[in-house]
């Protein structure tokens, strides 16, 4: 753990492995800003398979908040009591004292991001073509090393968990009946994420990913957490949740993400919903053999959606399936159409007719299955109007080949707790003792 927490240290780092395997997939311009000297600087920014895209940049300069239409929140503003670090009595100085991000939207600020300012980021996203890096985590130094990796690129993170990822947190030895488990390790995450966002300086949205029919009872049991975070702080726990129907009929689909974004709406959170499937295998969930048709949306389905959820709110985005899976393979066995998502778009902004927006692009969309894409599928699908791209299988593999590497190197020295090829009395504590491995 402590391997991959410090895993941008020179060249013993995991996350950063595979980028430099695959830099030249995501390899982009971002102009900057030091953050200490508050000048803007421009940089080429190599992108760890952590941050992944830290951001997967399309085209647009990223100070830049002014194409588009500007979506508004649908709820009564409130100010926040204090921050996290306020509450707790935690240092907070430089970076994490800023009132706002540089060269974003005045709202979005260092910390976890709700309501309006999670709006703002996500529109300065899609006008400036660019997709925000989500990224699923299961432990605490995961966490960090996307807070770390957030920090080194000077960039927003959405950090999520799945329910088989908050048990894992939460400890797979307890018992989850009802979801008890995965509920509580999410919501000690979410804390986690709170306390160390703010000090990292960089701005984070706080997400869960795929549920199921069947684990509604968890995003149940997270939701009242929000509220009763909300009452007290005047913005839900976490920032959004996705409600993954897309095996139900649709008409199911969209009715029971019209309760739940009815909810959500009343204390600023955003809804993910999908439509089609996303295909491979993800946190135990086999898609490998689904019909093919069922990867790719239609424009009909996707106006259908919008059509439904935009009177309750606009705190919505839609994870539409152009051929995505989760995992990667070998080239050739996954055929993106990221085109399905902009036939979308001119469908819908045609049936909108004079209340479409300016840019034509009326809908956030979601890619997932993220992990071993081709760089040019990702960008066409920005330019599209994708906005969050999600990472789970390179950072997985990230994880495993940090731990990998290192037992290979130091493999005489991991055998005994004494004995090594420096001598039979000679103690090896210090190679297996993870709060310091980052020295080596």
């Not at 060249?11 to 997939?25: A, M, P, T, V, Y």
């Not at 966490?143 to 950090?159: F, G, Q």
Request: net charge negative; hydrophobic share 35%.
């Amino acid at each position: 753990d402590t391997h991959l927490n410090s895993s941008f240290e020179g060249d013993k780092l995991i996350i950063i492995n595979r980028c430099q395997e695959g830099s030249h997939r995501l390899h982009r311009s971002l102009p900057q800003v030091d953050r200490r000297r508050e000048t803007p600087i421009t940089s080429k920014m190599k992108f760890s398979a952590a941050l992944f895209a830290s951001i997967v940049l399309g085209s647009g300069a990223a100070d830049a908040f002014t194409a588009g239409v500007r979506r508004t929140a649908k709820v009564s503003p409130v100010s926040l009591k204090e921050t996290i670090s306020e509450e707790l009595g935690t240092p907070c100085e430089d970076e994490c004292a800023m009132d706002s991000f540089p060269n974003m939207p005045a709202s979005v600020h260092p910390g976890v991001v709700t309501g309006q300012a999670m709006l703002d980021l996500l529109d300065h996203a899609k006008e400036n073509g660019y997709a925000i890096p989500a990224v699923n985590c299961v432990s605490s130094s995961g966490i960090n090393a996307c807070l770390e990796a957030a920090r080194k690129n000077d960039s927003p993170v959405i950090i999520q968990f799945s329910a088989g990822g908050s048990q894992f947190y939460g400890g797979k030895s307890l018992d989850n009946k009802n979801y008890a488990a995965a509920v509580s390790g999410a919501v000690s995450a979410a804390f986690h994420v709170r306390t160390m966002a703010e000090l990292y300086g960089v701005p984070v949205i706080l997400h869960t990913d795929h549920c199921a029919k069947k684990l509604l009872p968890w995003v149940d049991g997270l939701l009242a957490a929000s509220e009763r975070y909300h009452a007290k702080h005047g913005e839900p726990l976490f920032s959004s949740h996705m409600i993954d129907l897309s095996e139900e009929p649709i008409e199911e689909n969209i009715d029971i993400c019209k309760d739940y974004l009815t909810r959500f709406a009343k204390i600023g959170m955003l809804l993910e919903m999908e439509l089609g499937i996303t295909g491979g295998e993800e946190d135990g969930v086999n898609n490998e053999d689904v019909a093919i048709e069922d990867l790719y949306s239609k424009p009909e389905e996707i106006f259908q959606v919008y059509d439904a959820l935009t009177p309750i709110s606009n705190m919505f985005t839609v994870a539409a399936a152009f051929g995505n899976v989760h995992g990667v393979y070998s080239p050739g066995n996954v055929r993106l159409e990221p085109k399905i998502l902009t036939r979308a778009q001119a469908y819908i902004s045609e049936k909108l007719g004079d209340k479409a927006p300016a840019d034509k692009k009326p809908v956030s969309f979601v890619f997932h299955g993220g992990s071993g894409s081709d760089v040019s599928d990702i960008q066409e699908a920005i330019g599209y109007g994708v906005i969050k791209m999600n990472i789970d299988t390179d950072t997985q593999w990230s994880y495993w080949e940090g731990i990998k590497n290192f037992e290979k190197k130091w493999h005489d020295y991991l055998q005994e707790q004494i004995g090594n090829p420096e001598g039979a009395d000679k103690p090896n504590k210090k190679y297996y003792d993870v709060s310091i491995l980052h020295t080596f």
